[in-house]
């Protein structure tokens, strides 16, 4: 919980807002391969990973549905995961992600969110221990997603590098390679 945002674990009844939000272009842009996700594969791929990560991974890590607060609405999901996308390889870590909903950007929601996933991640590291051997925060995008970049400085990460994967298909930017965005535990805790 924030000011402004619930963050809650997905479920089968956020099929539609999921599809919605997978199936819009303006989202997609910079994401995968640049393509909005058909419904069929959000139903069938998607969210059925996104809830058997709940089982799979230390509670409070995998994606979770940001609903504002005031109107309940669903607007998006930020996600907590052990790092696992090409340019993260040397980051036994965790990796942030985000995705809103075009209506809602520039509110300062998708920064809000993954402040707030980060914390809860320190909170528990320090309680139960459960995350144990995670010792920092990482996350990717392509070098031309300025809001994505800003949003993972606005977490508290910091710019580590550039690099230029061989990604298959080609998406408008992409000569400008991807970027590294990164962050020890212990930064984010004093900073
Ligand atoms: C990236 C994304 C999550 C940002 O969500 P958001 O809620 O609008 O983010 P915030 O409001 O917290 O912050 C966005 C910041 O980027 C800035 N920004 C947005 N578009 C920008 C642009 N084209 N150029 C420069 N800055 C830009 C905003 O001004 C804001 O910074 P500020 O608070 O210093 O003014 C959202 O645009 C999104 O879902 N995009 C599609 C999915 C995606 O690309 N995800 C990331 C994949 S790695």
Avoid: C, Q
């Amino acid at each position: 919980m924030t000011d402004r945002l619930i963050l809650r674990r997905l479920g089968p009844a956020d099929l539609d807002d999921l599809a919605e939000l997978h199936g819009d272009p303006a989202v997609m842009r910079f994401v995968d391969d640049g393509e909005p996700v058909p419904r069929e594969v959000v139903a069938a791929r998607t969210l059925p990973e996104i809830l058997a990560e709940y089982d799979r991974l230390p509670e409070g890590l995998g994606r979770f549905a940001l609903a504002e607060r005031e109107t309940g609405a669903f607007v998006g999901w930020v996600s907590l995961r052990p790092a696992d996308s090409v340019g993260l390889e040397e980051f036994p870590g965790l990796e942030l992600g985000y995705r809103l909903r075009p209506t809602v950007w520039g509110r300062g929601y998708a920064a809000e969110g993954a402040r707030a996933l980060i914390r809860r991640a320190f909170e528990d590291f320090n309680g139960s221990g459960y995350g144990h051997g995670y010792d920092r925060v990482a996350a990717t995008t392509m070098a031309v997603n300025t809001a994505s970049r800003r949003v993972m400085e606005k977490a508290g990460l910091r710019y580590v590098r550039t690099f230029f994967a061989d990604w298959p298909g080609y998406i408008e930017g992409a000569e400008h390679g991807d970027v590294v965005y990164a962050r020890s535990l212990d930064e984010l805790r004093t900073a």
